[in-house]
């Protein structure tokens, strides 16, 4: 499998103002072209041998793939939690126009 150009950055927050300012930082920097933040989303998962529950705030980054590495480092050294869901999926197919705005937002050579 050949790896995508593209990829949609998986970003779970501990709240609106922390995704919000993760993605401020990645787009300053020009890693990502757009950022979606889902405000309110109901996560349950094992952490420390402990099933949790609670509310967190999802972020969606738009992004090369080849600059994951660069978001996942701005992400890390600014997240509350000590270990983050952070996850590149990536984008097998979107209208091209759309990849060339997502190319040329980032500087990225589509």
């Known amino acids: 499998m050949e790896q995508a150009d593209f990829a949609l950055v998986y970003v779970v927050c501990s709240n609106l103002e ?29 952490w420390e041998g402990k099933l949790e529950e609670g509310q967190e705030t999802l972020l969606l980054l738009k992004a090369p793939y080849d600059y994951y590495e660069e978001v996942e480092k701005i992400i890390k050294a600014h997240h509350s939690y000590q270990v ?22 980032t500087e990225f050579d589509y």
Do not use: F, M, Q
Not at 88 to 100: E, F, M, Q, S, V
């Open 84 to 105: 983050p869901a952070i996850l590149a999926i990536p984008i097998a197919k979107g209208l091209p126009d759309y990849l060339r705005w997502l190319a040329a937002e």
């Open 18 to 46: 922390e995704a919000r300012t993760l993605a401020r930082k990645v787009l300053e920097r020009r890693l990502a072209a757009c950022a979606n933040i889902v405000p309110t989303i109901h996560s349950l998962y094992w």
